[in-house]
C-alpha cells in the first residue's frame, strides 16, 4: 500500500501563495488517482482537488476552482497543489489522499498521508 507525506505547509499572508507537495512510496503511483482534502478546526474534512492516474482528468471544489491548482509528476512519484490568492478561509490542515478509483478518492479515500498546516492570516 503507497505511503504519503505531505510538506509545504506554513504561515501565508492573505493573497498569497504556497505549493503543497505529497511523496508517496511504497506503491506504484501512477496506479493511484489522488486527492486534497483539508480539515479546518471545528469542521469536518472536505475535499479540495482530484487528478486522475496520468492527470487528464481534474475536479475542484467551488470555493477553490480559478485558484488552486493539482497536478502530478508520476515520475517523482510526487503530487501537488499550488495555491494562489489565499484566503483566510483557506486555513486547516490538508491532507493528500490515494485511491485505486478516481471516483471514490474524491469521497472516501484507501489512504491518507499524516497533514500539513496552511494558516492564512495577517
Known amino acids: 500500500q503507497v505511503h504519503l507525506v505531505e510538506s509545504g505547509g506554513g504561515l501565508v499572508q492573505p493573497g498569497g501563495s504556497l505549493r503543497l507537495s505529497c511523496a508517496a512510496s511504497g506503491g506504484t503511483f501512477s496506479f493511484y488517482a489522488m486527492a486534497w482534502f483539508r480539515q479546518a478546526p471545528g469542521r469536518e474534512r472536505e475535499f479540495v482537488a482530484g487528478?486522475?492516474?496520468?492527470?487528464?482528468?481534474?475536479n475542484y471544489t467551488d470555493s477553490v476552482k480559478g485558484r488552486f491548482t493539482i497536478s502530478r509528476d508520476n515520475a517523482k512519484n510526487t503530487l501537488y497543489l499550488q495555491m494562489n490568492d489565499l484566503k483566510p478561509e483557506d486555513t486547516a490542515v490538508y491532507y493528500c489522499a490515494a485511491d485505486l478509483q478516481y471516483t471514490k478518492v474524491q469521497r472516501l479515500p484507501g489512504t491518507w498521508g499524516q497533514g500539513t498546516q496552511v494558516t492564512v492570516s495577517s
Open positions: 487528478i486522475s492516474w496520468i492527470g487528464k482528468n481534474l
